[in-house]
């Protein structure tokens, strides 16, 4: 009875040991992969912001440009002077 007891304790121990490592490991790679997707996430949303501004950026130099090509276009002198310019 002792014998057999023993057996079982000499070859349910390191199963059992086998299984907790397993489970611990497995749980780590689940927390590790939780920690990449948040950081995927994170780098994500930094570069649509770094793209959103380059947007608003240059939506804001073109505006300013256009802003003064019509006042080039409105202003009385340009015409004038490209009144002038066709007569010679």
């Known amino acids: 009875m002792v014998t057999t007891l023993w057996g079982f304790l000499a070859i349910a121990t390191p199963f059992v040991m086998c299984m907790i490592i397993t489970a611990v490991y497995t749980e780590h790679k689940k927390q590790i992969k939780k920690l990449d997707n948040e950081t995927l996430k994170i780098q994500q949303t930094n570069v649509q912001n770094e793209v959103s501004d380059a947007v608003k950026r240059e ?9 003064v090509l019509e006042t ?17």
Do not use: M
């Not at 939506?59 to 802003?67: D, F, T, V, Y």
């Open 59 to 67: 939506i804001e130099q073109i505006l300013n440009r256009i802003e």
């Open 72 to 88: 080039i276009v409105t202003d009385r002198n340009y015409d004038l002077n490209e009144k002038i310019t066709r007569l010679t």
